[in-house]
């Protein structure tokens, strides 16, 4: 593993391990990877903790681009600057940060709006490259290797346009606030930001994931009185109680249509519900649990297969709205350091969501379990970067198969 870059001397190639796929579904295979210097409004991170979001489980299976392997994947991650490219100004090399997918230029008609997180310069990347210029950092015996999200965080180290990353506290722990880069925050979001769940309203949450379970965090927050979790696995009850679910419906055990159950237990529809599942035939059961003349679905998943949606028209005709939303209409620089402070300040539960405890060579057991919906949809890795002191903690993830994530410890290999 390559040493720190000092501050005085500019940035050099390093080598360092990776969990890189070969292709669609293939397991993950560690190699040594080249890792280029930050180009120009670019960092590169050494990554403290990292985190399998459900969407990497999609991406990784899909066979949708099967030019853009081998690839890396992760995107929801903490760590600390190594080295900066030229024009960075925010941040300095030894500051703690985490990756958000998509960024925020602060100077795009969206971000100036004030209305919008869909930064126009820095959105969500799909190509597999960086977003300044459609290259990537990472490399293997001289050949690309492509990026996820334009972060690729299962790396020991991974290249971040600076507009993608957030300074953090080095006093907040790694291992917990990475969750606030990606699922924690956009269900919090959600709920907070996207539908404004109000006091004493019902809501329904199809996938008590990651993004459920704080979807149904936020709404406890905002003081709705029914909060109903929907989930195939039963282990979710509990865990869904602990975040404020107060009524669980377990659709493989019902004889009847999801949303019957819900109109039942809501006098006619749910105010609020929430497709977390990445299931677009699910968005339609969500639309139908929702109260006519004002029930809001909001969407949240990435589908795993088609991409289209299909519901009867008269489900809005009569007064229903869709809406969708992309990491909890959270900015990520405006917004996020707001989130680790309430973290912080313990008025939001991230510790919760961790499940697990496995060595990041346990990676393909780990995504494993995301396939059997044996846990959330987060599993932090971390580790100690070996140019700092001995952090003030040490966290361990939760045994069981409840909602929340897999905590892995990132070791040298």
Not at 85 to 90: A, F, M, S
Not at 104 to 110: A, D, N, R, V
Not at 210 to 225: W, Y
Request: aromatic content about 6%.
């Amino acid at each position: 593993m390559a040493a720190a870059a000092s501050s005085s001397s500019p940035p050099a190639v390093i080598t360092c391990r990776a969990a890189v796929a070969w292709g669609p579904g293939q397991a993950l295979v560690m190699e040594d990877v080249e890792v280029a210097p930050p180009g120009p409004l670019e960092i590169r991170v050494k990554v403290v903790s990292t985190s399998i979001c459900r969407s990497d489980v999609t991406q990784w299976q899909s066979t949708a681009q099967p030019d853009l392997f081998p690839r890396i994947f992760g995107h929801e991650a903490s760590g600390v600057v190594e080295s900066v490219g030229e024009g960075v100004t925010e941040f300095q090399v030894g500051d703690h940060a985490l990756t958000v997918f998509i960024g925020e230029c602060m100077s795009c008609k969206h971000c100036v709006s004030g209305k919008s997180n869909m930064c126009q310069t820095l959105g969500l990347e799909r190509k597999g490259v960086m977003h300044s210029d459609q290259t990537t950092r990472f490399s293997i015996g001289g050949k690309p290797v492509y990026h996820y999200c334009a972060v690729s965080s299962f790396s020991e180290y991974a290249v971040v346009h600076s507009g993608c990353a957030v300074k953090v506290s080095p006093t907040m722990p790694m291992d917990r606030i990475c969750l606030l880069s990606c699922g924690a925050s956009a269900g919090l979001g959600a709920a907070w930001n996207v539908a404004d769940v109000s006091k004493g309203s019902s809501v329904v949450i199809f996938g008590l994931g990651t993004v459920g379970l704080s979807v149904a965090q936020g709404a406890k927050l905002r003081g709705a009185s029914k909060i109903i979790g929907v989930d195939t696995n039963p282990d979710k009850q509990e865990k869904g109680k602990a975040f404020g679910v107060t009524d669980f419906i377990n659709p493989a055990e019902l004889n009847e249509p999801v949303q019957q159950v819900v109109k039942w237990l809501t006098d006619g529809g749910a105010d609020y519900s929430f497709e977390c599942v990445g299931d677009t035939g699910v968005v339609s059961t969500a639309l139908q649990s929702c109260s006519d003349g004002w029930g809001l679905t909001v969407t949240l998943g990435v589908p795993k297969a088609k991409p289209e949606v299909s519901a009867h028209y008269g489900l809005l005709l009569s007064g229903r709205t869709l809406k969708g939303s992309l990491f909890g209409g959270w900015r990520p620089k405006s917004d996020i350091p707001l989130l680790v402070e309430k973290y912080a300040n313990k008025e939001i539960q991230v510790d919760g969501l961790v499940t697990h405890d496995m060595p990041f060579s346990d990676i393909n057991k780990a995504l494993e379990l995301m396939l059997q919906n044996s846990c959330g949809g987060v599993i932090p890795f971390r580790r100690r970067p070996s140019f700092l002191p001995e952090l003030g903690f040490r966290a361990k993830g939760k045994s069981g198969n409840g909602g929340g994530g897999v905590m892995i410890w990132l070791t040298p290999v």
